[in-house]
């Protein structure tokens, strides 16, 4: 038999968890037709993959690309560190179905300007990403706080009965149009006021729906067990399985507290779908919040509307120059986006290692001095993370990229290396591969990754983008579980759908 493409001899790591093996893999059109010893077979196009690993393509469960992959399609921050969908619409904010005319509100700013929101229907925005034919596939929720900037007078207050159900209603139609599910933001302070009721509603037009949940927990400082436990029973409520965004112990004070917040992430996965998404780095970056500013941790700030010439420095040294206190000076260089170095190493390390956590990068590609997770979060936690400090290993790690995210997102044919699956796939070079972002130098492409294919066609080559993007929308179609969570290699069959 002919076939369209040959991978020989790559070592696969195929998303379940499993041991690597060496193998051909066969390609036709978009999805993958053989896997094993195909030496005897012809194709159009041979590539030789000895001394590579073959790998699903990343899924990355935590961005903000909810724009980008309209105005910047080919996606290189993302393609270039193996990355072939991302998941938009995470803390609260998405890009629909949301009209703006005004002053963008915070959160919502980060991912672009008013002007960038023009999708008023779900269906809009899905036609937007099919016009722009983005490298990669998108998979989209709904921001809460995106859906109260549409309803709403103002933010510090609960929603109303009957605004709850303008929100729920537009909700309804987006997750009946293919938004996989609902974010929340709620330590933004433009959702902080939505009371248990609010959400409770909310989610529970997601679960009716079959979709799923993430959530930027109230509080992830002193308060994330309070906040965890708010997450667990909202979920369970509304029947829908339950992502935590981020899962971290943020602040000074809360350094050390990573083993009891997963235990309470245990005991919830007891009863209920649960999961988490982290990043593999200890400093995160967001707008500049009041709430976080202090002096014991550094903040950066990366840009400034007001005061476009002092960005790129230290909170603290914008201070001195000012002859400002720390606070007074956050307070002039508003709205503005900020680094916040106020994580633990060994937090993180069990938080990554964690049977039910996922990668997420959570990058910003509008920031124009970006935390170095937008460029290199999934090379990092292969090369830094399993193969050198074999913190995880190599297989797992992938899982964790891969397999377990495509479960837990309803993405059906995704996320795995098998027969019958679409061809999203990495080859990367195990021993050369490196994230080479840094905080002072955040615009750097991963070395190592040799080529990225996305639904059959390369999408990435040799540290060039491909002119030819095949990425599409992701849909979900049928309902996702929200029985209890398993730490096995299979938490949750996939049971949603793609189209084009």
């Not at 290189?76 to 963008?104: D, F, M, R, Y």
């Amino acid at each position: 038999m002919a076939y369209a493409r040959l991978i020989r001899g790559a070592r696969i790591l195929d998303g379940t968890g499993r041991d690597a093996f060496v193998a051909d893999v066969a390609i036709d059109g978009e999805r993958i037709a053989a896997i094993g010893d195909l030496q005897g077979e012809i194709a159009d196009e041979i590539i030789e993959a000895a001394g590579l690993t073959l790998t699903p393509g990343f899924i990355d469960v935590h961005t903000h690309d909810d724009t980008n992959v309209i105005r910047t399609p080919q996606m290189l921050p993302k393609l270039s560190q193996g990355v072939t969908t991302v998941i938009v619409g995470n803390c609260g904010i998405s890009a629909s179905p949301v009209t703006l005319s005004g002053e963008v509100p915070d959160p919502m700013n980060l991912l672009g300007r008013a002007e960038d929101f023009r999708y008023p229907t779900f269906s809009a925005y899905a036609e937007a990403i099919e016009q722009a034919r983005p490298s990669l596939n998108v998979a989209a929720l709904i921001g809460h706080t995106s859906l109260r900037s549409q309803v709403m007078d103002r933010f510090d207050r609960p929603a109303s009965d009957t605004e709850i159900a303008a929100m729920g209603e537009a909700l309804t139609t987006a997750l009946a149009e293919g938004a996989v599910g609902l974010s929340s933001g709620l330590a933004y302070r433009n959702a902080f006021h939505a009371p248990t009721a609010e959400m409770n509603a909310l989610v529970a037009a997601v679960g009716r729906a079959g979709g799923v949940y993430t959530t930027h927990l109230r509080d992830e400082f002193a308060g994330l067990p309070a906040a965890m436990d708010e997450a667990f029973a909202t979920a369970t409520h509304g029947r829908a399985p339950l992502v935590i965004s981020h899962l971290k112990c943020a602040g000074a004070g809360n350094w050390g507290n990573a083993p009891g917040a997963l235990a309470k992430l245990d005991a919830a996965a007891l009863t209920h779908g649960v999961h988490c998404d982290c990043y593999p780095y200890t400093a995160g970056s967001s707008t500049l919040d009041l709430g976080q500013v202090t002096d014991e941790i550094d903040i950066f700030i990366t840009w400034s509307d007001p005061h476009p010439e002092v960005a790129r420095q230290p909170l603290a040294a914008i201070a001195d120059q000012w002859n400002l206190s720390l606070m007074d000076a956050a307070r002039r260089l508003q709205p503005a986006g900020a680094v916040y170095h106020n994580m633990s190493e060994a937090d993180m390390r069990q938080v990554l290692a964690h049977p039910l956590s996922m990668v997420g990068s959570d990058g910003l590609p509008n920031d124009p001095h970006p935390h170095p997770r937008l460029w290199g979060a999934f090379p990092r936690v292969l090369a830094h993370y399993s193969r050198d400090l074999k913190l995880l290993s190599l297989a797992d790690a992938v899982r964790k990229m891969t397999g377990l995210s495509a479960a837990n997102f309803g993405l059906v044919d995704r996320g795995y290396v098998r027969v019958g699956a679409y061809a999203d796939l990495v080859l990367f070079d195990l021993d050369r591969l490196e994230d080479t972002a840094t905080y002072s130098d955040p615009i750097s492409a991963a070395s190592g990754i040799e080529r990225v294919i996305v639904n059959g066609a390369d999408a990435y080559l040799h540290g060039q983008a491909s002119e030819a993007r095949r990425g599409r929308l992701l849909r979900r179609q049928s309902p996702l579980s929200a029985a209890p969570s398993s730490p096995s290699l299979h938490s949750r069959s996939t049971t949603a759908g793609d189209t084009a």
